[in-house]
């Protein structure tokens, strides 16, 4: 065999193509990476068109408010940083360090709402409590500073004389935010499934029946699942990123493979939460997560609910119990906007 220092690259078809400038095993290495960004973009664009029609309702069915525009903040923001990230794998780029940066800082806004999509569910359910709701506003300001770390922590160079890019090395420090935002995903579930269970749990089942969920009402029982769904897919794909960080022998190019997918992942999941609670038809839902949500609150609250098909109800919640009664449309018209008149509800529906 020749020595390979006296190969002449003129002999190759194509001898400016990126991969003719890395060792065979960085080539394949880079090229599965490519093939999980590429497919983590699919996967991220056919979730965002099969729910144009829910993201259609959101905007034109509901008073556009803080939680919905962070939500469609998350959505867009986590698609750019999968595309800037596909780009960055397999297009040619005039300055790969500035891109990579570019491709970094678009990871930031991504993660941190949508971290806040759940801090706005956890102090819906928690409203009042204000202990709670500085515990989980620190917990999220954490997540919102580690997570410029990763901008800090990656750095792009281009493949020998093409335009084409790869990362010259990854700093450990950029897996903070990782950790940060596993131990947010952990609080968040604990608060909401204890949140949930508590409230609509019998007084005579006992801790273990009441962790079972065996007994939660079928409303419930979706807000817990949505939340260990998101839960798992979290937990998962962010060890999968520390495993790969801080592992010895783990080649560089890998060490970054699951980022992009732990973005777009965690990103469907917290919206596919945000959606289901928000679009879930009010009447599926029984009334005695609501009655418990009030029951500390010592006073008579009211709560409107209004459907097509049923038409439109007031629960009165006091100490003595829950009360309802029946309105019609004509009422409501002429009596004003129920969001004014009842805006707890309609915070805690809209929040969660």
């Given at each position: 065999?020749?020595?390979?220092?006296?190969?002449?690259p003129?002999?190759?078809?194509?001898?400016?193509?990126?991969m003719?400038?890395?060792?065979?095993?960085?080539?394949?290495?880079?090229?599965?990476?490519t093939?999980?960004y590429?497919?983590?973009?699919?996967?991220?664009?056919?979730?965002?068109?099969?729910?144009?029609?829910?993201?259609?309702?959101?905007?034109?069915?509901?008073?556009?408010?803080?939680?919905?525009?962070?939500?469609?903040?998350?959505?867009?923001?986590?698609?750019?940083?999968?595309?800037?990230?596909?780009i960055?794998e397999?297009?040619?780029?005039e300055?790969?360090?500035?891109?990579?940066?570019?491709?970094c800082a678009?990871?930031?806004?991504?993660?941190?709402?949508?971290?806040?999509?759940f801090?706005?569910?956890?102090?819906?359910?928690?409203?009042?409590?204000?202990?709670?709701?500085?515990?989980?506003?620190?917990?999220?300001?954490?997540?919102?500073?580690?997570?410029?770390?990763?901008?800090?922590?990656l750095?792009?160079?281009?493949i020998?004389?093409?335009?084409?890019?790869?990362?010259?090395?990854?700093?450990?420090?950029?897996?903070?935010?990782?950790?940060?935002?596993?131990?947010?995903?952990?609080?968040?579930?604990?608060?909401?499934?204890?949140?949930?269970?508590?409230?609509?749990?019998?007084?005579?089942?006992?801790?273990?029946?009441?962790?079972?969920?065996?007994?939660?009402?079928?409303?419930?029982?979706?807000?817990?699942?949505?939340?260990?769904?998101?839960?798992?897919?979290?937990?998962?794909?962010?060890?999968?990123?520390?495993?790969?960080?801080?592992?010895?022998?783990v080649?560089?190019?890998?060490?970054?493979?699951?980022?992009?997918?732990?973005?777009?992942?965690?990103?469907?999941?917290?919206?596919?939460?945000?959606?289901?609670?928000k679009?879930?038809?009010?009447?599926?839902?029984?009334?005695?997560?609501?009655?418990?949500?009030f029951?500390?609150?010592?006073q008579?609250?009211?709560?409107?609910?209004?459907t097509?098909?049923?038409?439109?109800?007031?629960l009165?919640?006091?100490?003595?119990g829950?009360?309802?009664?029946?309105?019609?449309?004509?009422?409501?018209?002429?009596?004003g906007?129920?969001?004014?008149?009842?805006?707890?509800?309609?915070?805690?529906?809209s929040a969660?």
């Amino acid at each position: 065999m020749a020595d390979s220092s006296e190969f002449d690259p003129s002999q190759l078809p194509n001898p400016f193509t990126p991969m003719a400038f890395l060792p065979p095993e960085l080539a394949y290495q880079k090229a599965v990476t490519t093939y999980v960004y590429v497919g983590m973009l699919g996967i991220l664009v056919w979730d965002i068109l099969i729910h144009l029609g829910a993201d259609y309702k959101l905007l034109t069915r509901y008073r556009p408010n803080i939680p919905t525009l962070i939500y469609f903040i998350s959505r867009w923001s986590s698609l750019l940083y999968s595309v800037s990230s596909v780009i960055f794998e397999t297009a040619p780029v005039e300055d790969c360090r500035v891109f990579s940066k570019v491709t970094c800082a678009v990871y930031h806004p991504a993660v941190s709402a949508t971290a806040l999509l759940f801090f706005f569910r956890v102090r819906a359910l928690y409203d009042g409590n204000k202990y709670i709701t500085a515990v989980f506003l620190f917990m999220w300001l954490a997540v919102l500073g580690t997570s410029l770390t990763v901008v800090a922590s990656l750095t792009g160079v281009h493949i020998g004389n093409t335009k084409y890019c790869t990362f010259a090395g990854f700093r450990p420090y950029g897996s903070s935010s990782n950790i940060v935002i596993a131990v947010f995903d952990t609080c968040v579930f604990v608060a909401i499934s204890w949140r949930i269970m508590t409230s609509d749990s019998p007084t005579d089942g006992g801790g273990g029946f009441r962790l079972s969920g065996k007994h939660l009402s079928q409303f419930s029982k979706a807000l817990l699942q949505d939340g260990q769904n998101y839960y798992l897919v979290a937990m998962v794909c962010n060890l999968l990123v520390l495993i790969m960080t801080y592992i010895h022998g783990v080649p560089t190019v890998y060490r970054t493979i699951f980022l992009v997918p732990a973005v777009g992942l965690t990103n469907i999941m917290a919206c596919r939460v945000f959606r289901n609670t928000k679009l879930r038809h009010p009447d599926e839902a029984d009334t005695s997560i609501l009655s418990t949500m009030f029951r500390h609150s010592g006073q008579t609250t009211s709560v409107f609910i209004h459907t097509e098909r049923t038409g439109s109800t007031v629960l009165s919640i006091d100490r003595e119990g829950l009360h309802t009664t029946s309105i019609s449309n004509t009422d409501i018209t002429s009596s004003g906007s129920s969001d004014e008149k009842l805006p707890h509800l309609s915070r805690t529906m809209s929040a969660v």
